[in-house]
């Protein structure tokens, strides 16, 4: 079992600049691909990043492709997602996901462990 725990959202104006946290539990976690999606109101969840087991190899959708950065750290169980030259279209409840397998993923159902989500707003 995995738990994950996001932190680092809020409130910032267009063009600012945040850095999500997603904390996992487990002594696996160097096994695990790991992503982010986002999911606005009355909108489908939809795929933001992702990363790999070994942290080498990275996807990006094409709306934040140049904008964010996904990394993570195995020693301290986490990844990140840096988010710069926010839009007010980047609103939305950030989510944090996990799957024990070596293959970078792109479609929520592929993954097994969520957490329950860190909300970015960003105004105009």
């Known amino acids: 079992q995995v738990q994950l725990v996001e932190s680092g959202g809020g409130l910032v104006q267009a063009g600012g600049s945040l850095r999500l946290s997603c904390a996992a539990s487990?002594?696996?976690?160097?096994?695990?691909?790991m992503a982010w999606f986002r999911q606005a109101p009355g909108k489908d969840r939809e795929f933001v990043a992702a990363?790999?087991?070994?942290?080498?190899?990275?996807r990006y959708a094409d709306s934040v492709s140049g904008r964010f950065t996904i990394s993570r750290d195995s020693a301290e169980n986490t990844v990140y997602l840096q988010m710069n030259s926010l839009k007010p279209e980047d609103t939305a409840l950030y989510y944090c996901?996990?799957?024990?397998?070596?293959?970078?993923?792109?479609?929520?159902?592929?993954?097994?462990?969520w957490g329950q989500g860190t909300q970015v707003t960003v105004s105009s």
């Open positions: 990363i790999n087991w070994s942290g080498g190899s990275t």
């Open positions: 996901a996990a799957k024990d397998t070596k293959f970078i993923l792109v479609r929520s159902r592929e993954y097994d462990y």
């Open positions: 487990g002594r696996t976690f160097s096994r695990y691909a």
